[in-house]
C-alpha cells in the first residue's frame, strides 16, 4: 500500500512500497543567489522512473561545488537549460534501487548503489563506440538536469548505479563519486599519468584534490600538493604527500586581467619553489581546476611537453596566459570534463579493493544542506561534507 511521505532519516517500510512525496532542498528561479537563502526544503511529488530510468532512495547525498553554481544561478540559470521551475541539486549519493522502470537490466529494487553523474542519450554512435562524453546529450545528472540526491529519493538513468563499496558507510559512499570520477579521468584517462611523474595540484585538501593525490600515489606519480594552510596539509601527509607549497606566500593572480612585472617575478618564484622541492624537476601534469587566478602559472610552471589538465574554473573562466611559454616548450592544456561509466566503474572498483579511500570532513543534517553549500561558497569548508538523509547515525 502506498504511503503519503517517509519520516525523514528513518525507512520503516520495504524497499519498493510506493510513497507519494518527499522532502526535497529545492532551488527556485525567483531566490538564486548565495546558497544559504537560494536553497529551502519543500514538500513535492516523488518522480515515477520512466523506461531505462532507476528511482533510488538516497541514504547520504554529497555536497558539491556544481550546488553553489545553481544556487547562485551563475554563470547560467541552469533552470533555463532543464525546462522545470525548480531544481534539486545533489549530483552524488549512496542509496538503494526503489523502483526500476520499463527495460532496466543492470539493477533490482533492494540493490545497494552508489551514482555517477553522467547522463546520456545512451542511442547515438558516441554512446555506442566511442564516449559517452561525446554525446550531444551529453548531460552532468542534477546540474544540467533535475532530480538530484538533496532528497528522500532521486531519478537516474540505469547506467548510473555501480554497487555499493561493501566496507564503507553510507556516507562515506556517498562521497566520492563526483570528485574522485573527475579526477581519474583527468588524471589516468586525459593526462595519461605515467610512474615517477610530478604533477602540480592545486587546491590538494578540497574535493578532487584529495583523489588527485591519492592517484598520483597509487600510480607512483610525485603530487606537488598546493594549499592554503598548513593545517590543510596534515590529512594529505596522512595520504602519503610529502611536497607542499603554501599558495598565501605567493600573489601570483592576474591584477585586472593583466600580468604584471611584479606579478610575474611571483610566478617564477613560485616555479622556482616546485623546483626546491622536486629536485629541479618542473611538473609534468598541472592539475587545474582553479582557473583565472592560477592558470597563467600553470602553464608557465609546467615543463616542456608538459601537460595542464583543466577541469573547471572556480575563480573565473576568462583564463590568461603568455602563449610563448606553451608553443616554445610544446606543452598541451586538455580540457577534461566529469567521466564515462566505464571510467566510473574503473575508478570504483579502486576504491571496493581499498586502494583509494573517500574523506569524509564534516557531515550534516539535511536541513543543513544550504549551510554545507554556503560554506563551500565562502572556502570555508576542508575536504568533502555530506549530507545525511535517509539515515540517522553517520555510521550506519
Ligand atoms: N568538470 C567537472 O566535471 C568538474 C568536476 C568536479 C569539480 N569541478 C570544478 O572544479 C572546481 C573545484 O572543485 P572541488 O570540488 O575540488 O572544490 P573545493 O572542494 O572547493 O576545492 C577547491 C580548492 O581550490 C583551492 N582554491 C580556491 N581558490 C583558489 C585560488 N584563488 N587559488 C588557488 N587555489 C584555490 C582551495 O584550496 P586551498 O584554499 O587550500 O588552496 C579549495 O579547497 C570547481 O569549480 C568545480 O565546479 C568540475
Redesign the pocket.
Request: a positive charge; charged letters at 10%.
Given at each position: 500500500m502506498a504511503v503519503e511521505i517517509l519520516p525523514l532519516g528513518k525507512v520503516d517500510v520495504e524497499p519498493g512500497t510506493p510513497v507519494k512525496k518527499m522532502k526535497a532542498v529545492v532551488i527556485r528561479p525567483d531566490r538564486l543567489g548565495e546558497p544559504i537563502k537560494a536553497m529551502k526544503i519543500e514538500e513535492i511529488d516523488v518522480p515515477k522512473p520512466g523506461p531505462g530510468q532507476v528511482l533510488v532512495l538516497v541514504k547520504a547525498a554529497g555536497v558539491?561545488?556544481?550546488g553553489?553554481?545553481a544556487s547562485l544561478g551563475k554563470p547560467v540559470n541552469i533552470m533555463k537549460y532543464t525546462g522545470y521551475d525548480f531544481h534539486i541539486g545533489g549530483s552524488d549519493a549512496s542509496g538503494i534501487v526503489w523502483e526500476v522502470g520499463p527495460g532496466v537490466k543492470n539493477c533490482k529494487v533492494g540493490d545497494e548503489v552508489v551514482l555517477h553523474c553522467n547522463q546520456s542519450c545512451g542511442q547515438c554512435p558516441e554512446c555506442n563506440g566511442f564516449d559517452p562524453m561525446a554525446c550531444k546529450n551529453q548531460r552532468?545528472w542534477a546540474y544540467e538536469t533535475n532530480w538530484g540526491s538533496f532528497a528522500q529519493f532521486c531519478l537516474v538513468q540505469a547506467q548510473q548505479v555501480l554497487p555499493k563499496p561493501k566496507h564503507l558507510s553510507w556516507v562515506e559512499a556517498a562521497s566520492y563519486g563526483?570528485?574522485y570520477f573527475?579526477a581519474y579521468r583527468m588524471l589516468v584517462r586525459r593526462a595519461r599519468i605515467k610512474p615517477g611523474e610530478v604533477v602540480l595540484i592545486?587546491?590538494?585538501?578540497?574535493?578532487?584534490?584529495i583523489f588527485a593525490v591519492q592517484i598520483c600515489k597509487l600510480v607512483g606519480a610525485i603530487p606537488v600538493c598546493?594549499?592554503?594552510?598548513p593545517s590543510?596539509a596534515e590529512i594529505l601527509r596522512e595520504l602519503g604527500a610529502e611536497l607542499f607549497i603554501n599558495?598565501s606566500e605567493f600573489d601570483i593572480?592576474p591584477k585586472n586581467g593583466v600580468i604584471d612585472s611584479k606579478t610575474f617575478e611571483e610566478i617564477k618564484r613560485f616555479g622556482n619553489k616546485i623546483r626546491e622541492l622536486t629536485g629541479g624537476r618542473d611538473p609534468d601534469i598541472v592539475f587545474e581546476?582553479?582557473?583565472y587566478?592560477?592558470f597563467p602559472t600553470s602553464v608557465y610552471v609546467c615543463d616542456r611537453f608538459g601537460r595542464i589538465v583543466i577541469?573547471?574554473?572556480?575563480?573565473g573562466y576568462n583564463l590568461l596566459f603568455d602563449v610563448r611559454y606553451l608553443w616554445m616548450r610544446q606543452k598541451e592544456i586538455i580540457g577534461?570534463?566529469?567521466?564515462n561509466a566505464y571510467d566510473a566503474w574503473e575508478a570504483n572498483e579502486l576504491i571496493i579493493q581499498k586502494k583509494i579511500k573517500p574523506i569524509v570532513s564534516q557531515v550534516f543534517e539535511f536541513e543543513e544542506t544550504p549551510l554545507a553549500h554556503q560554506l563551500?561558497y565562502e572556502?570555508k569548508?576542508?575536504?568533502?561534507m555530506v549530507i545525511k538523509v535517509q539515515i540517522q547515525d553517520a555510521n550506519e
Open positions: 558539491n561545488f556544481n553553489v553554481w552532468i563526483l570528485t573527475t592545486w587546491g590538494a585538501a578540497g574535493g578532487l584534490g598546493v594549499v592554503s594552510s590543510k599558495r593572480a581546476h582553479v582557473g587566478e592560477t577541469c573547471g574554473a572556480t575563480t577534461s570534463h566529469f567521466a563551500m572556502n569548508h576542508f575536504g568533502k
